[in-house]
Each structure stands twice: as C-alpha cells, then as structure tokens.
C-alpha cells in the first residue's frame, strides 16, 4: 500500500522488494507482516470521501498522485487484495499495476471479455491450457470473436496469422506449451505485432503471455515488450496444492484501470483470507522454483539415458535448433515440468504412474510435492487425434511436476517405478 515512489528510487532487487515494499505496517496496527481484513464493507471517512470514492470505483474520476481514496466493499477492491497486488509486483520485471482473481480462468476470462470487442479476433497458440482453449472456441464466437490457433514455436505461423488478420484485438502466447514444453519467441511475436499495419479504425493488439510455467522466476515476458502477463497463481506463485488464485500484471497501468471495473462486476476478486496466503508464499517462488527447476534438470538429463523411456521432453534436452535459440534467449532456468515418452505406449504410462510411492498421480503442478499425470487420459482428453499428433501428446506420455523434495529419493523412485514395467 505504499506509493510507488520508492520502487523507482531504490535499486533493490525483486526477493528484497517483495519483503520490503506494497506493505506498510502502521496500516496493520503494526503487524509486522500484513494482517487480515476480512470486512465486506468499509467505513467512509466522511461523506465527500464516499463520494469521491464512488466517482473513481466508476472510472468518472482519477486518483490523483499519492492519494489513497476510502475502500468501500470488499468485491470492488480490499486491504489484502492490494497489498497482495503491491506485492507481487515487485517480482515481474516492466509490471505497473497488478489484479488479483479467484482462480487463473478468472484472470484470463475477465482478460478476454474486456480487452476485446465484436468483430475482433484473437490469435493464441496452441496446445494452450485446456480451459483456456474451451473459452476461446466455445464462449468467445458467442461474443463475436474470431480465434486463429497456431502451433506452439512455429515463428513462421504465428507472424504470418499476426500480419494477415483483420481486425486483431489480441495475441495470447503460452509458453512453454504443456506437455512437450514447446516454445514461442516472445519477442518475435512482439515486433511482428508492433510492425502491423494498422486501418485508421484498428489500434495496435494487444500481446498476452499465460506465464504459469516460468514466471515469475524464470520468464519475464513484459521485459521482452508483451502487454500483459496473466497467471494461474494455484500453481507456482502459491506452491502447495491448498488454494486457487489468479495474477495479471501489466506494463502498462491503463490496462488494469480497464480491467478492474469488469473484475468488480463479475465479483471474481481474489478473497482476504486467500490474498493474505498467496501474499505470504511471494517471497519463497524464487526458492521453491530453484530448488525444483534444479531437481528437474538433474532428474530429466538422467532419464533420458534410459532404456525404457523413448524421449523426454524439457529444455535443456532440446534437439531442435530455434527452440535451443529461444530457451537461451528467453528463459533463466529450465524449470520443474517435463514430460517423458514411455516405449509400451499407455499400458507402460499407466503401470508406471501406479508404480511411483513419492510422486502421487494427479494433475496441477507447481507444488512443493511431485505430482505425475497422463495427458492424453487426463489434461488433454478433449483433443482431437489430430491435436494429439500435434501436440506430441503420445500414448506413453508421462507429464511430471517436480517438486522440492531430495532428488536422489526422486530418481530412485522414477527407477523402481520403469525397472517394474
Ligand atoms: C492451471 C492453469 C490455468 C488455469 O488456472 P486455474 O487457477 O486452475 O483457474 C491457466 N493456465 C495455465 C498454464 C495453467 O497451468
């Protein structure tokens, strides 16, 4: 809740700021760390502090510099939900404002029906997540929206579709793509979309990256020249299976301030209680997707020696020369996903995940605890065969979130799980 002065004039670095900064303790009688509120409602100051407040919740008048206008009820905006806001932004590079949601389809389905009109398109790549891929082809033509899929790391595509369509309202990149973690030039898709000629009734599309799998740690798609960055914050950013949450984080503020009336009306604002833990599990991401991302690398590189295992899909095991460019170019860490092709095809897959005593079988990732699915059975059971093919999603596949739990005891469960297919 303090003012953004500080952020500019303070060369700290992001795991300080997020301990230091959007928190003030003389607003929390003193708390140390933030407390609470679970108020619906909120007292005015005065009469004429009501009405101000009122004039800027609907956007008919601007806050003004260091000003802090009454809260008035808690789905418009609270105390927990904008200190989380502050917060989080300390650790993604070019954000300005943030907005915290119930869950990552609240994030990106508010994001949508905002950002984009009828008679626009989007263009997003694909496999994107699941959920996100029924919005966009099922709910958006109800609105009037077109949407163009285009493969995952196909650069060629994703600026051809970028130059040609009508009326672009939005790009929406995810990347890594889930499961084969297939990447997208972040950058590439941003010049093609700066390099657009616009009709004098077009403005410039907007780029959105789904972040989930890298960021905030090892991704930083603002930094690279996208819009906006959305999250699924039930995953890394809260990091322990117990909550649903949901981040967009933009460079620009104008496009929170467009954003947040629509997330007041839709009354999907992330709740205090869950502000409050997702706000306290901020400054350990970096920790947990260090330890996990190095768990990962050692776990993947060994089982992709083995005989049993026909490929395993994970960044540092790239073959592919442009997707070996765009992990250099755009990512820190390889992170703790990857995938692995079992030779025996679902049988092996199936028989493998009832083999594993430390990792459970379930989907979600980004916890603390190593967690394994089958695709094509699960997460991406919808597909068509064709979208199967595409996606790389195979019989054999095996989809792991590794957690931080000793490597070795990972391995060796791993070991025991194929020495018994
Ligand atoms: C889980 C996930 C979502 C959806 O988030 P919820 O919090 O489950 O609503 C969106 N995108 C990606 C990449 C995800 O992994």
Redesign the pocket.
Known sequence: MNSGDRRDSHPLRPTTKVLTEGFDPSLSVGSARPAVFRSSTYVFSSPEAAERAFDIAAGRAQVHEGESPDLIYARLNHPNAQILEEQILNLEPGATAALAFN??????TTLLLTLLRPGQSIVYTVP??G??QHFIQDYLPKWGVASIPVHSGRGDLLESAIGSTENLGAVLL?TPA?PTLVMTDIRQVCKAVASRKLLPSETRPLVLV?N??LGPAFQHPLSLGADLV??????YLSGFSDM???IVLAANRDLIRQIRPARGLFGNILQADECWMLGGRLPTVRLRMNRASKNAQRIAERLAQHPKIKRVHYPTLFTDSDQKRIYAEQCDFPGAMFSIDLLGGKKAAFDFLRNLRIARNAV???GVETLACHPKTTTHSGFTEEEFAQAGVTDGLVRVSIGIEHWRDLLDDFEQALVAL
């Open positions: 869950s990552g389809m609240a994030a990106i994107i997540y959920g996100t995810e889930n789904d989930t799998l959305v999250y699924s914050g039930t995953k649903l949450a949901g979600s990732l980004g």
